[in-house]
């Protein structure tokens, strides 16, 4: 963080949008990473500003809004916006797929969270996600499938809040 201050604080007004777009992305996501969740969210929406259509930074911001059970519907706008722009990007499709679980639209959640488990087959948190999609349609048996595959998944730089929640329902 202290090293992203530090370049942000050098630029002139001669840095193309693009590069200062992804310091204030990167910056932002430093801070996503220790729990700042404010500074996170204001660095982000410096990097949207400069770059409006960029799907990575609107699924790093929603996902982040939407993990915490916040800002459900402008997150959900922004992440049909970037899967819109990047319609083959799993993680933009788990994201999208989690704002609609989030929001009690299991059916809808679905086929997004199938379709990314397809395309990163290596990624825990797609398969935490998937399970607690069938097991809020009443597959019990697919949900636990799901989150074994989950727990062979995890790997050391998984999230802990992700490592926790395998964990809590795979025993």
Do not use: C
Not at 8 to 21: R, T, Y
Not at 35 to 50: P, Q, R, T, V, W
Not at 59 to 69: E, F, H, I, Q, T
């Amino acid at each position: 963080l202290k090293a992203y201050d530090r370049l942000l604080a050098l630029q002139s007004g001669d840095v193309p949008a693009q590069m200062l777009a992804a310091m204030y992305f990167a910056r932002g996501a430093s801070y996503e990473r220790v729990g700042n969740y404010d500074k996170a969210a204001e660095d982000l929406a410096l990097s949207l500003i400069l770059n409006p259509a960029s799907p990575g930074v609107l699924n790093y911001l929603a996902y982040m809004w939407v993990d915490r059970g916040e800002k459900l519907r402008e997150s959900t706008v922004m992440l049909e916006r970037a899967h819109e722009a990047a319609p083959e990007d799993g993680a933009i499709m788990d994201s999208l797929g989690w704002a609609y679980y989030q929001q009690g639209w299991y059916e809808k959640a679905l086929p997004l969270l199938e379709q990314a488990a397809n395309l990163t087959p290596d990624d825990a948190t797609v398969f935490l996600h998937l399970g607690d999609v069938h097991a809020r349609l009443g597959n019990r048996t697919t949900a636990e499938r799901y989150w074994r595959q989950a727990k062979m998944l995890l790997k050391d730089e998984d999230d802990a809040v992700v490592k926790k929640a395998v964990k809590e329902r795979v025993r």
